[in-house]
């Protein structure tokens, strides 16, 4: 339950629900501080792309879904900020995609393991890969506590869905040969530049996204995931999501002059 009453008329209704849940978590050690940090963050791009999901991103999923279907070995990887807004989800797409769940954390503490284990299990996970002396691997030329994996998750996975990750792992996933799907508001960031597929999306609107075009795309078989992925060019599609950003701004911007011929500003 969120501390505050949200009136359902408020204009940015969700996001304020949003972030009634990830200090609902905070306090409740699942979501790091940074974690509430780089939500902010997020948002100010949300703002960007009108907070709702942009053609490039449904595309993007739709490639997400396919490669998840695909692959042989996927895993989801889960850290605070992802447990705490889209849990339920998560635990949903696994099952239909047949995929395994790690933790994997940048600030990682024993406690917050398994708070993020306990959440995801009430969530209806059975198994919760990556906690405690089950992140026995490393990922190499990694320094932070990311570097640490499930032998039995991510260091065999062919396909890493990495919602809300930081680049460097991102980027050492790519160099170890694997396929990496990342969610990420910031289609700057290194993560979005150097990943397999990127939706450049609020994580809250992809997951359950997803789950559907996942549900639909299974039943149409592997043939058609195959012509989906062949179609699918990451960096055009990254390039489009920028555009968009950009054409937004541009409308923005024209709107602000046309107030200031139009409008008298006496103080």
């Given amino acids: 339950m969120t501390s505050i009453k949200i009136p359902k008329t408020h204009p940015r209704a969700e996001s304020l629900k949003i972030r009634e849940k990830l200090i609902e978590h905070f306090k409740e050690g699942v979501v790091a501080s940074a974690g509430l940090i780089a939500h902010g963050s997020g948002e100010a791009f949300d703002y960007l792309l009108g907070e709702k999901t942009i053609a490039p991103a449904l595309k993007a999923i739709e490639a997400a879904a396919a490669i998840l279907l695909t692959a042989e070995k996927p895993v989801i990887s889960v850290n605070g900020n992802t447990a ?56 190499p030329e990694l320094g932070s506590e990311r570097r640490r994996v499930d032998p039995r998750g991510i ?40 990943a397999t597929i990127t939706i450049v999306d609020n994580v809250a609107r992809a997951i359950p996204k997803l789950i559907e075009t996942t549900k639909n795309l299974k039943m149409q078989g592997l043939e058609k995931c195959r012509k989906i992925l062949h179609s699918f060019n990451s960096k055009r599609n990254l390039a489009e999501s920028i555009n968009l950003i950009k054409e937004r701004l541009s409308k923005a911007a024209k709107s602000v002059e046309l107030s200031v011929e139009t409008e008298n500003f006496d103080f």
Avoid at 106 to 122: D, G, M, S, W
Avoid at 159 to 173: H, K
């Fill in 84 to 139: 705490a807004l889209v849990a339920e989800e998560i635990v949903e797409l696994a099952k239909i995609t047949n995929a395994k769940i790690e933790v994997n954390l940048f600030y990682r503490t024993p406690e917050r393991e398994i708070a993020i284990k306990k959440l995801l299990e009430k969530a209806g996970a059975k198994e919760v890969l990556g906690v405690g002396k089950r992140a026995s691997a490393k990922i």
């Fill in 155 to 194: 260091l065999i996975a062919d396909v890493v869905l990495v919602p809300l990750e930081d680049g460097d792992r991102t980027e050492a996933l790519v160099k170890m040969g694997k396929k990496v799907i990342a969610v990420d508001l910031n289609p700057l960031s290194r993560t979005a530049q150097k």
